[in-house]
């Protein structure tokens, strides 16, 4: 089983910054795509933002040239770097992980969510 610890969440006036982290440990494993999902308490869970073993990235419309995604795979961990940040960004954030075994056997994870609160 892999666990994922998040980091970073916190509360932070409009137009702020923040930066979330999800470090992945466990099995032995590599990993494939990493992403970030949020959740407010009234709405569905949505991607923010992924990034491939490649680099590649994409974003939600939402937040487009306001976050950006990285990785570290030395450190099995995934960035999101968040600027002028808007109320509306307030919810959960979840990391998502793909991890595959040596078996060959894929599977995701997620991770216990961190709280981000933007004010007015």
């Known amino acids: 089983q892999v666990q994922l610890v998040e980091s970073g969440g916190g509360l932070v006036q409009a137009g702020g910054s923040l930066r979330l982290s999800c470090a992945a440990s466990?099995?032995?494993?590599?990993?494939?795509?990493m992403g970030w999902y949020r959740q407010a308490p009234g709405k569905q869970r949505e991607l923010v933002a992924v990034?491939?073993?490649?680099?590649?990235?994409n974003y939600a419309d939402s937040v487009k040239g306001r976050f950006t995604i990285s990785r570290d795979n030395a450190k099995n961990t995934v960035y999101l770097q968040m600027n002028s940040l808007k109320p509306e960004d307030t919810a959960v954030y979840y990391c998502?992980?793909?991890?595959?075994?040596?078996?060959?056997?894929?599977?995701?994870?997620w991770g216990p969510g961190t709280r981000v609160t933007v004010s007015s």
């Open positions: 998502n992980v793909d991890v595959i075994y040596g078996s060959g056997h894929q599977y995701a994870y």
């Open positions: 466990g099995s032995t494993f590599s990993i494939n795509v």
């Open positions: 990034i491939g073993s490649g680099g590649s990235t």
